[in-house]
């Protein structure tokens, strides 16, 4: 099993240029998630997918758009990227969020520089 | 008010002594609740549950106090690998989990 896995690990983009965030979960979750980590704050969830073919919009949605291809993927894409959307961005997935047993499971994230 | 509140530190210990952190959280009908590391440029990861009164593993005590809606991390004879960010995590039922900002924790040797 190889978890959450996301793709790709680093990225420099020049502002306006768009890209898209992929990850991926083998553990046959539900849900998964979106989070952005900026230095010295906290995660802050950008969109999450409660099951396949449902997406809903966190505290941070604006500049991003997702896609929940299938239950395995989750897409994050930056259309017209900007300085502010420079972050550590996380993908996170759950087995359903139903049970008080259940947790989050996070990539190893990527790292993006808008210039 | 933010819904989980967390001392961001720096803590820093020496080798070998017990720090406990505390964290605060606002919905009285969560019903878990999480302790998540981090170490610097990584993912955070799962350290331990809290659903009743506490929990233990090893070195690592987590207590719940429903009274005063807080969460208690205990950290016994630290190590210079425990030197991470510690993140408490409220699972209020809605959409995701809700994350601290996190207490930084430096063990000195």
């Known amino acids: 099993n190889a978890g959450v896995t996301q793709t790709p690990k680093f990225q420099v983009l020049k502002t306006g240029q768009s890209m898209t965030l992929q990850c991926a979960q083998d553990?046959?979750?539900?849900?998964m998630y979106w989070y952005r980590q900026d230095p010295g704050m906290g995660l802050r969830l950008i969109y999450y997918?409660?099951?396949?073919?449902?997406?809903d919009k966190g505290e941070v949605p604006n500049g991003y758009n997702v896609s929940r291809l299938n239950k395995r993927e989750f897409s994050l894409r930056l259309e017209s990227a900007a300085p502010s959307q420079t972050s550590v961005y996380f993908c996170?997935?759950?087995?359903?969020?139903?049970?008080?047993?259940?947790?989050?499971?996070f990539g190893p994230g990527t790292r993006l520089t808008v210039l | 008010r933010k819904e989980v509140e967390q001392d961001p530190g720096p803590f820093n210990v020496p080798e070998g002594a017990t720090v406990a952190f505390n964290c605060t959280y606002s919905?009285?009908?969560?019903?878990?609740f999480f302790w998540y590391r981090q170490d610097c440029r990584k993912e955070p990861k799962l350290l331990m549950s809290?659903?009743?009164s506490g929990n233990e593993d090893g070195r690592f005590t987590a207590q719940l106090n429903r009274a005063s809606q807080y969460i208690s991390l205990l950290i016994r004879d630290s190590k210079l690998s425990d030197s991470a960010t510690y993140l408490c995590?409220?699972?209020?039922?809605?959409?995701?989990?809700?994350f601290g900002s996190g207490t930084r924790l430096q063990v000195q040797p």
């Open positions: 809290v659903y009743s």
């Open positions: 996170a997935s759950r087995p359903t969020g139903r049970s008080i047993t259940d947790t989050q499971y």
């Open positions: 995590v409220e699972d209020t039922g809605r959409r995701a989990l809700t």
């Open positions: 919905n009285s009908a969560s019903q878990s």
């Open positions: 997918s409660a099951s396949e073919g449902t997406t």
């Open positions: 553990m046959n979750h539900n849900s």
